[in-house]
């Protein structure tokens, strides 16, 4: 919001203060300052001029006149001009020679086109005033020859621009910033929509309201034999432009104008074209409207509409059609103001991609009393400045809208702040924002009365004041209370920590996981949550695949990524991507995050509650049933070389096996083993899959990616990943994970070569042999891979370590070949496993 001095100072009593004190003020009180900006400071020698004479001069490709020109010194001033809308005996804005223009432009005398020109006649643009560059600025209201062009114009001026948070809208007006400078400063404020429309003598324009959800209000206004050629003032001109907003004809800068000033947007339809009584209501099946921007849009059946006889006129709030909109030839105009609802124009702005200034201030909610004034006020500066008449009586349709009442405890506004705010400064804070406070409570029951027998605080009902729909609790009431007496003032006090136990189970397993995982040359990521049906065509998801069952977003923030992850794979594979385009091939990932799975059997949608009271047993139940399942992943893609290659020979290409034992990792943190058996799921290679269990329980799959996702998402071949199921493993958890027995005693290692079938998965043969050998066994690692004529076709022979240690002695040859033994016979018996022969 641009709010030029100037104006501001109109409703507002401000001390001689300077643009950064009023934004400083501003600040403090919670509008956020973005810039100041200055007008006319740099100008000077700027005069009004009377053209004596002008000669037209020939010989040129353009029109050039030589004019005299009487600026109140002993001769006239001989000035070179290429305008030509200007006649002798007219006053216009002279530089004289040594003068300043805006942004520092000097102006001195030259000979140019064959004549001596000593200064320049200037055109509003060159002044600053407007963008209106056509022609030379003449000054119709005849001031004195010689006189300041500054200080007649007003050309000096500050702009202050404000960021205005979506939950104060009432600051996009020069209404709502006058009135927190007022408090501010502690001046007098004047309330530009303290106007008196006259005493309602019948209706004007018929209208109705068919959708009181969408609209609760609707005011319309008719002015008669209005002048279509009438131009907006110099001054509207110069506000609007200072404003932000560019100046189009009288009938739109009136309403332009008007919503800047009380925050109320307006329209202006030609009444000549209106068909029949004017109706807000939904749009229907089909319905299309071709805006003022030329585009025609299909609508939605959600879009609040106005519409016709003929159809629909306008897009409420947002944009005005282009059949009904004002002309050069509109002599009869029906202004219109309503109160239409936030959300729905914020949802079909949305919708439409079309952000307009009235939407802006719809969408942060307006004052739903103002259409009556501001419609009136704008009535009044058509009649005025374009000759119309402002035809008896007003339309004003409107629905009932039950009043809020706030009731607080006197004492909420200092427990929040941690400071001490006495009852009487409450209420007079409170009543400078507009709030009506009168002591006692609507209804001091439940949990209200309770915390009052506590603080023995007395109980305040506050009405919001229209302006203020954001107030509807009793923090936000504090809030008021707290910013007004200044945030500056609230003490720096360290909050105290609550007594605890640490860390859950929970927390610590997913610490130890991530510093794992980083101890094994893997990154963190956080991924974007998010993610869109070409992910599931990319991961080559079948169509019954549950990952299939999204949760879509209400108000995604990309419509191509509507949809709330089943699987950490998307994200981390996007990322593995952007790595590779910026130059970094070998790349190892890990993103630990909860994914989202809904129930086909639960309700479509959560109940919205009210918040006067706390909810059910069933109610809360009602909630939880709606919300999807959320487990606990983590994820983990590689690709490029694993271990690096360098002076010291070649690295190792990243595969599946690696990410297999990334998987593994996880596990040891959690004290769970997995088993890792052979599968078929997507997206990883149907022969390189690895479906996870610990014991029946399965966790997740990891392996080598399928080669048409590798192709869809543009990854380096033979890219491997892993997803594991968090949640599930802690629920394998026998308790608090306790520090390993360290013993002291020698370990013992053996080590057995046996041959089996190619067929036959390593894992199966790993197990055997770990339960065969009992509590004895350390450890057991498969350090080799033999497949040749030695063994036999269609055999493979695998060499695993064995180590032996007991915690209390050291171990016999006997003990440690008995466990051997033992191990061997039952990887014989479950995998028909032999030994091999030297």
């Known amino acids: 919001m641009k709010v030029p001095l100037s104006w501001l100072r109109e409703y507002v009593d401000l001390p001689a203060v300077t643009a950064h004190e009023i934004a400083d003020k501003l600040t403090a009180a919670g509008l956020k300052l973005e810039a100041v900006t200055s007008y006319g400071h740099d100008v000077k020698n700027v005069v009004v001029g009377e053209v004596l004479a002008i000669e037209e001069l020939q010989g040129f490709k353009k029109p050039i006149r030589h004019c005299q020109v009487e600026v109140g010194e002993a001769t006239p001033r001989e000035i070179v001009c ?454 599931f065509d990319n991961l080559q998801l079948s169509a019954g695949d549950a990952r299939r069952q999204a949760v879509r977003l209400a108000n995604p923030l990309s419509e191509d990524e509507p949809l709330m992850r089943t699987t950490l794979l998307p994200g981390l594979l996007k990322t593995l991507v952007r790595n590779v385009g910026r130059g970094f091939g070998d790349v190892a990932l890990f993103e630990t995050g909860l994914v989202y799975r809904s129930s086909p059997d639960g309700p479509a949608t959560a109940p919205v509650l009210g918040v006067d009271r706390r909810p059910s047993e069933e109610e809360l139940a009602s909630i939880e049933s709606a919300l999807p399942a959320q487990p606990l992943r983590v994820g983990a893609v590689l690709a490029g070389e694993f271990e690096r290659s360098g002076w010291w020979g070649k690295g190792r290409a990243a595969g599946w096996a690696d990410a297999v034992e990334a998987a593994r990792t996880v596990a040891r943190e959690a004290g769970v083993t997995l088993d890792v058996r052979a599968d078929r799921h997507e997206p990883w290679h149907p022969g390189r899959c690895a479906a996870l269990y610990a014991g029946d329980v399965l966790v997740g799959h990891a392996g080598e990616l399928h080669p048409r996702v590798v192709e869809a998402y543009g990854l380096p071949p033979r890219t491997s990943a892993m997803e594991l199921e968090l949640t599930r493993l802690e629920s394998l958890m026998t308790g608090p994970v306790e520090a390993p027995l360290i013993s002291a005693y020698p370990v013992a290692t053996q080590d057995v070569a046996l041959v089996v079938d190619a067929v036959t998965p390593v894992a199966e043969v790993e197990t055997a042999l770990r339960e065969g050998a009992g509590d004895l066994l350390e450890s057991v690692r498969l350090f080799d891979v033999y497949a040749g004529t030695q063994v036999g076709e269609g055999r493979k022979s695998l060499a695993y370590t064995l180590r032996f240690r007991a915690p209390d002695r050291t171990l016999t040859a006997e003990e440690i070949t008995a466990a051997r033994d033992a191990a061997v016979a039952l990887a014989g018996e479950r995998t028909g496993a032999q030994l091999r022969s030297a």
């Not at 805006?102 to 000593?118: D, I």
């Not at 008007?258 to 209106?274: I, R, S, Y």
């Not at 939904?282 to 849009?297: I, K, M, N, S, Y």
Request: aromatic share 4%; hydrophobic share 40%; glycine share 10%.
């Open 82 to 535: 290429g305008a030509t809308n200007f006649a002798v005996g007219d006053r216009v804005p002279v530089v004289l020679p040594g003068g300043v223009l805006p942004g520092g432009f000097e102006v001195g005398a030259r000979k140019t086109y064959g004549r001596m020109s000593e200064g320049m006649i200037c055109s509003e643009r060159e002044l600053g005033l407007s963008d209106l560059h056509d022609g030379i600025m003449v000054l119709s209201e005849g001031p004195p020859i010689g006189a300041d062009v500054v200080e007649l114009l007003g050309l000096r001026d500050d702009v202050i621009e404000l960021e205005i948070t979506p939950d104060i809208g009432y600051a996009l007006s020069i209404r709502g910033v006058a009135r927190e400078a007022a408090i501010a400063f502690g001046a007098e404020f004047l309330d530009p929509a303290d106007v008196s429309p006259p005493d309602e003598t019948g209706p004007s324009y018929p209208a109705s309201i068919a959708d009181p959800v969408a609209c609760d209000r609707f005011v319309l206004r008719e002015i008669h034999g209005f002048d279509p050629a009438a131009q907006s003032p110099r001054w509207m001109r110069v506000r609007l432009t200072r404003a932000g907003m560019r100046p189009v004809s009288l009938a739109v800068d009136v309403t332009n104008y008007v919503m800047l000033e009380l925050g109320q947007p307006l329209h202006a339809f030609d009444a000549t074209k209106l068909t029949g009584e004017i109706v807000v209501r939904r749009a229907e099946p089909g319905e299309t409207l071709e805006t003022l921007d030329h585009v025609v849009r299909t609508l939605n059946p959600e879009d609040i509409l106005i519409t016709d006889g003929s159809g629909v006129i306008s897009m409420a709030g947002t944009m005005g059609g282009l059949h009904t909109e004002i002309s050069d030839v509109s002599t009869d105009i029906v202004i219109e103001a309503a109160h239409f609802s936030a959300s729905g124009v914020a949802r079909m702005s949305r919708r439409h991609n079309l952000v307009s200034e009235a939407s802006k201030r719809f969408e942060r909610n307006v004052d739903r009393e103002l259409p009556l004034y501001a419609s009136w006020r704008a009535a009044q500066l058509l009649a005025e400045l374009g000759g119309g008449t402002v035809q008896p009586g007003v339309t004003h349709a409107e629905a009932e809208v039950e009043q809020v009442r706030i009731s607080i405890p006197s004492g909420h506004p200092g427990r929040v702040a941690g400071t001490g705010y006495d009852r009487g400064t409450v209420i007079r804070r409170l009543e400078q924002v507009g709030c009506t406070v009168v002591a006692g409570a609507v209804a001091p029951t439940g949990e209200i009365a309770a915390k009052l027998a506590i603080t023995g605080d007395d109980m305040l009902t506050v009405t919001p004041p229209s302006w203020r729909p954001d107030l509807t609790d009793p923090n936000d009431l504090a809030e008021e209370v707290i910013r007004l007496e200044g945030y500056e003032n609230l003490p720096s006090i360290l909050p105290v920590a609550p007594a605890g136990a640490g860390l859950s189970e929970s927390q610590r397993l997913r610490r130890r996981v991530g510093r794992a995982l980083a101890a094994s040359g893997y990154v963190e990521i956080l991924a974007y949550p998010f993610n869109g049906e070409r992910d």
